[in-house]
């Protein structure tokens, strides 16, 4: 449904390139992350695909459509949610949905089995003006103009940024159901913990793809063996494991620290006890786990 080959985007005439040569392909009803901090080139990416930008090199299409050459017919077949809310704020809800499905020469009750679910949590408020909407309203809304004219392509770019943590857990319930829909959805999100809902993710930094894959097959490719720490005083456990030879790199994650050996063999990791036991610190505590999404992340950003 969507391809990328070679895509390039750069501003500031050249000097300050955003996209870097991206290629990848979603396929037909996936659900596809593009995951990457702010900065990475995530929104360049969809403002191109959704022909909003002309890219500076390389070339992509969407339902087999030049983004360049056919941007009239792809703009009338996907549905797009830019990250910042750019609806009509001094329109209620009810005035924005109908604005926007007769823009598609459409009407709300013709598409109105695709919005059905969504649409019942925010038509309590239908006389309610956009701007005085909560954030997860105004996500519901915006989705919904975005599916008013049944899309067969949604681009939803950082679509959770800003909202609570109930109301992120919805919307991604909602895009499960919308992809048995059969709708292709591609999702940009700088939050790791997002990209193991999607089948497949691209992770990008500084304009470039690191890794596309599943996020299960992601996680597996890790190349060493991952341990966690923590102690009573976790910013003097950080600098102490750094500078430990045998350990390789250490990150802070939330309550504990993530760090790799080197040349890890049998006793490498009563050693370290040992060593930091020596130092004093109290509540000590080392455990392997499994890598995450931001530790594949991580491990191939400095890599």
Not at 27 to 51: N, Q, V, Y
Not at 169 to 195: C, H, N
Not at 215 to 221: C, F, L, N, T, Y
Not at 261 to 287: H, M, P, R
């Amino acid at each position: 449904m969507v391809t990328l080959s070679n895509l390039t985007k750069t501003y500031n005439e050249g000097t300050l390139t955003a996209v870097d040569q991206v290629s990848f392909e979603v396929k037909k009803g996936e659900l596809f992350g593009l995951i990457g901090p702010d900065g990475a080139g995530k929104t360049s990416i969809f403002r191109m695909l959704t022909t909003l930008l002309l890219p500076d090199g390389g070339n992509a299409t969407v339902n087999e459509l030049d983004v360049v050459i056919d941007y009239k017919k792809i703009r009338k077949q996907i549905g797009y949610m830019p990250g910042k809310f750019s609806l009509y704020q001094d329109l209620t809800v009810e005035e924005n949905l109908r604005f926007f499905a007769t823009i598609f020469n459409t009407t709300i009750e013709e598409n109105y089995d695709l919005i059905k679910e969504i649409y019942l949590q925010i038509e309590p408020f239908r006389n309610r003006r956009a701007g005085k909407l909560s954030g997860g309203m105004k996500q519901k809304l915006a989705l919904c103009c975005a599916l008013i004219h049944k899309p067969t392509v949604l681009f939803l770019d950082e679509p959770t940024t800003g909202v609570d943590t109930v109301s992120r857990k919805e919307f991604w319930e909602m895009l499960k159901r919308l992809k048995e829909q059969g709708i292709t959805i591609l999702v940009s999100t700088p939050y790791m913990d997002e990209a193991t809902l999607c089948e497949r993710i691209a992770l990008i930094q500084d304009g470039k793809i690191m890794s596309i894959d599943t996020p299960q097959e992601i996680i597996k490719s890790f190349p060493e063996r991952l341990f966690a720490a923590k102690a009573d005083s976790m910013s003097h456990l950080l600098q102490d494991l750094r500078i430990q030879q045998k350990v390789k790199s250490c990150f802070a994650f939330g309550e504990y620290h993530h760090f790799t050996f080197n040349n890890l063999n049998d006793t490498s990791e009563k050693t370290l006890f040992a060593v930091l036991q020596k130092l004093g610190y109290q509540s000590l505590e080392i455990k392997e786990i499994t890598p995450t999404i931001e530790d594949c992340f991580i491990q191939l950003m400095n890599h």
